[in-house]
């Protein structure tokens, strides 16, 4: 069996599960509201508190599913709840971050400002000039967000400049030396 696909979610106070036909889920809470489609093979079952995911047979396909669609109900949950959030770091001389209502205006060393409109659901708070916090619900949206900020210029390995996670270490090279 797989040991994430068989253990019970617990479902905090406040948070509403509902599996309707072809296994689209639906979480409720106090942050807001996600819906999912989950693989049909599977089968969810909603007792009381707690949610249980099993899968029909051993095959290859449904043993890899189950585990998957637990950990995507989870999220869910825990999205609905608690939320995600991601934490981003300018590094670099005249790097900086800004807001403008839905719009976050990046100075990262080319000739132009990048612009970026925030997506549907996800919010974008910048701190100070150099650091940035992608804030949402959806787990999946919050870590593509961060990751396309992340993607404009992305941290060098000599000087560290660029915008980095703010838990990510960046193995750095030593630069070449004059004679």
């Keep these: 069996m797989s040991r994430i696909g068989r253990m019970p979610i617990a479902i905090p106070a406040g ?8 296994n689209q889920v639906t979480v409720k809470g106090p942050k807001g509201e996600l819906v999912r489609v989950l693989p049909a093979e599977m089968e969810i079952k909603v007792e009381g508190d707690t949610v249980t995911v099993s899968r029909p047979n051993d095959l290859k396909k449904m043993r890899s599913l189950h ?12 999205g609905v709840n608690q939320g995600y ?3 981003l770091e300018v590094n670099g001389v005249g790097y900086r971050a800004q807001k403008q209502g839905k719009k976050l205006t990046l100075s990262l060393g080319y000739s132009h400002p990048v612009e970026m409109e925030d997506p ?23 870590g593509q967000y961060a990751a396309e900020i992340r993607e404009k210029r992305a941290p060098e390995p000599y000087k560290g400049k660029g915008i980095k996670y703010a838990d990510e270490v960046i193995r750095r090279k030593v630069g070449k030396t004059g004679k």
């Design 67 to 78: 585990g998957l669609t637990r950990t995507l109900i989870n999220n869910m949950v825990i």
């Design 120 to 142: 549907e659901g996800i919010e974008v708070v910048v701190e100070g000039t150099n650091k940035i916090i992608v804030k949402g619900i959806d787990k999946e949206k919050v």
């Design 15 to 22: 948070v509403t599960v509902a599996v309707a036909e072809n």
């Design 85 to 87: 959030e991601k934490v």
